[in-house]
């Protein structure tokens, strides 16, 4: 059984920052192309960073030169570093495994940036 499991999301003032993490089980992990996806209200679920199996990263311009994705084979954990957030950055962050045909995601941890 597959789990991708999130965790670290919460309310944050503007410029504040967050760490969200992701655990995977139930997949060989380094052979997934890890990435973070949010779904605020009223608008379609976005992404917003992934990390290949080799390393390679690729980033929503929204979010360029602020957050920050890592991840750490031994540990099956991919991490958001998100930095400088705004109120923009409010919504729904899911964590996603893909790998061809294989495709699968966290339940969402939400993520809050008011005063």
């Known amino acids: 059984q597959v789990q991708l499991e999130e965790s670290g999301g919460g309310l944050v003032q503007p410029g504040g920052s967050l760490r969200l993490s992701c655990t995977a089980s139930?997949?060989?992990?380094?052979?997934?192309?890890m990435g973070w996806y949010r779904q605020a209200p009223g608008k379609q679920r976005e992404l917003v960073a992934s990390?290949?199996?080799?390393?390679?990263?690729n980033y929503a311009d929204s979010v360029k030169g602020r957050f920050t994705i890592s991840r750490d084979n031994a540990k099956n954990t991919v991490n958001l570093q998100m930095n400088s957030l705004k109120p923009e950055d409010t919504a729904v962050y899911y964590c996603?495994?893909?790998?061809?045909?294989?495709?699968?995601w966290g339940q969402g941890t939400q993520v809050t940036v008011s005063s």
């Open positions: 139930g997949i060989v992990f380094g052979s997934y192309a």
């Open positions: 990390i290949r199996s080799g390393g390679n990263t």
């Open positions: 996603n495994a893909q790998r061809g045909f294989y495709d699968y």
